[in-house]
């Protein structure tokens, strides 16, 4: 065994964090995005948006007073009663603009700081991703992370949105107005003032607390009433074949009729809330204005004086009245960052290491070193593998579905790691160098073509980005697929639908061969690179892959043996090990696996599958 050779029982996979984001965690993990190193435009707008919000404050708090002035200068003993006043009410309404105007510059100045945080921590988990392994991806679904990403970012946005600019400047303006009540009539007031502000909150968040659940089933009963609707609209012609019209129809009600329960339930006790909210407010504004009316007969306080601790009051209220919300929004956008934070916790099975070079590309031989591979410790699917395919030649690996043909181009890739033995290309351990570097070296026409939901002209210069129009034409060309684009309405600029589905198979795969030849790597990797063609493309194809192969490094994984009767060699896979291996002629005359593979297409008998090495993924 070469000395790079390792040993392993199983082959890594990601490693989770031991436990879950807890909400302060998350709140230190997007702290630093508030305050972003080296942004020195991002930090002066949040010291900027500090000043604002404490401006806003200051001139809300001082509203009142204004207030309490020209109601003041309104009682019959002012003797200013004209000019007084209207400097007064002008006054007043000037704060006012001044602290709506404070709010607002506020927010548009804070508006770049909140979105580079969302940008950021949206692009860190979507790189992330993309650096976790294939397996991490096939046990999981797409569309679950994308709804973890889409969820997390909203959930920032909400979090800044009300925990900094609702709810920290309530509790701030909270403290002003208790300090202005307490300078100017005593502690009393304050504290009045401070327990009905208190016991509204508690009850606000423990009744929030108890109706979470019914708003939970709701919103599950929600979710499942739209899926059944999607999956009976979706298999529609399914739904109609059978007559299951009235079938469906009671399985959406069913849906419908829980939904109907659970929001009964929450609505009710939305009523129990808000009604409670408001004895609380209507109790402590009684005593307030009890304690007021009964200091303006004893003389100690004025007519303005009572005006002022009741529009104190009304102004702090106001912005509670939305805590329930605001707590419940607040909670679910930090279980959402939770979620998308512990993506980006989850450490990738396969990783560069630490001063990883990149491939050094020469001839571009490929030497497979008693490799051995298990999906799963008792799933082994490939068992001391060992061939050479030699720099600029072709090899070709051919065996029953379930042989192990396709994980080795998956292993080739790097998408996972061998279990034991070593792949090198021109000598150098492929686990030595970096990924990406490997990646671009080689290029591949995959059995299952799946295209992005672009153009034909996006989906074959993927394999090279930067390409010019005219290379893309190129590998269209040498692809046999120029002629078919170029007849279509939009040519070039024809979308393909999701996944490709407004293409054919065969033309799906033709792109899928013009991207690698654009991509003119040293190594190729056909898996089944035409299996979706006719007869008459596929020998027309051939020749296109057989010129662009040319002096190349070509690993062919096929099924159909007539597409290999020409390399350089064949490999037979049975049941994870080489059965068999030699040029065309020779394994035919060893009347062998081969040629009984060779036989059986011949005379168009299906083959027998391996179905017990089928890899459990």
């Not at 509670?320 to 919300?325: P, V």
């Not at 080489?578 to 005359?589: C, F, K, P, T």
Request: charged share 20%; glycine share 8%.
């Amino acid at each position: 065994m070469s000395p790079h050779a390792r040993q392993a029982t199983v082959p890594a996979v990601e490693v989770l964090p031991d436990e879950r984001h807890n909400r302060w965690r998350t709140l230190r993990t997007l702290a630093p995005h508030l305050w972003p190193r080296g942004e020195t435009d991002l930090k002066a707008r949040v010291v900027i948006a500090v000043l604002l919000l404490i401006g806003a404050k200051i001139a809300n708090v001082y509203v009142p007073l204004l207030y309490k002035g020209a109601v003041d200068a309104l009682t019959p003993s002012t003797t200013a009663i004209v000019v007084a006043p209207i400097g007064l009410v002008v006054g007043y309404g000037l704060l006012r603009c001044l602290a709506q105007g404070f709010a607002e510059l506020r927010d548009a100045v804070f508006a770049k700081v909140a979105q580079r945080a969302i940008r950021r921590t949206a692009l860190a988990t979507f790189r992330h991703l993309h650096a976790l392994s294939l397996a991490f991806h096939l046990d999981r679904q797409t569309g679950g992370l994308s709804r973890a990403i889409d969820r997390g970012v909203k959930g920032i946005e909400w979090l800044l949105s009300f925990m900094l600019f609702n709810i920290v400047p309530t509790l701030l303006e909270i403290a002003m107005v208790g300090a202005v009540l307490w300078s100017l009539y005593g502690f009393i007031f304050a504290l009045v003032n401070l327990a009905t502000i208190g016991l509204y909150v508690a009850y606000t968040l423990a009744i929030t607390e108890w109706r979470t659940k019914f708003r939970r089933a709701m919103n599950d009963m929600d979710g499942e009433a739209n899926t059944k609707a999607i999956d009976s609209l979706i298999n529609y012609e399914t739904v109609k074949y059978f007559g299951n019209e009235d079938h469906e129809a009671r399985r959406y009600d069913g849906a419908l009729r829980s939904y109907e329960r659970a929001a009964v339930i929450s609505k009710a006790s939305l009523s129990l809330l808000n009604v409670g909210q408001g004895v609380i407010i209507a109790v402590g504004l009684i005593a307030v204005m009890v304690m007021a009316a009964n200091r303006i007969a004893a003389g100690t306080m004025t007519i303005g004086d009572f005006v002022l601790v009741n529009s104190y009051l009304i102004q702090l209220y106001l912005p509670l009245n939305f805590l329930g919300m605001v707590y419940r929004e607040v909670r679910q956008s930090l279980i959402d960052m939770e979620q998308m934070f512990h993506l980006n916790e989850v450490v990738p099975a396969i990783q560069d290491r630490p001063g990883a070079r990149g491939l050094e590309i020469g001839a571009g031989a490929i030497t497979f070193d008693r490799v051995s591979f298990g999906y799963r410790p008792d799933r082994v699917v490939l068992r001391d593998i060992s061939f050479t395919v030699p720099g600029g030649r072709k090899v070709a690996i051919v065996g029953a579905s379930g042989a192990g043909k396709s994980t080795i181009s998956r292993l080739l890739f790097r998408f996972y790691d061998v279990t034991e033995g070593a792949i090198r290309i021109d000598g150098q351990d492929i686990r030595d160098v970096t990924q990406e570097s490997l990646r671009a070296a080689i290029g591949i026409v995959p059995q299952d073509t799946v295209l992005f939901n672009d153009t034909i002209d996006y989906n074959i210069a993927y394999g090279r980005p930067k390409a010019i129009p005219g290379e893309v034409e190129e590998a269209a060309r040498l692809a046999r697929v120029h002629d078919f684009v170029t007849a279509l309405p939009d040519g070039y600029d024809t979308r393909v639908g999701e996944r490709g589905l407004k293409l054919s198979g065969g033309e799906k795969q033709r792109v899928a061969i013009a991207r690698a030849f654009l991509k003119r790597t040293r190594i190729l990797l056909f898996d089944e690179a035409t299996s979706a063609l006719d007869t008459r493309t596929e020998r027309a194809i051939q020749a296109s892959l057989d010129e662009v192969a040319r002096d190349r490094t070509t690993l062919v994984i096929a099924h159909r043996l007539s597409t290999v009767v020409d390399v350089d060699e064949i490999i037979v896979l049975a049941d994870g090990r080489i059965a068999e291996r030699g040029h065309h002629a020779d394994l035919l005359a060893q009347a062998g696996l081969y040629a009984a593979m060779w036989q059986r297409q011949q005379t168009a008998i299906p083959p027998e599958d391996d179905v017990s090495a089928v890899p459990m993924v």
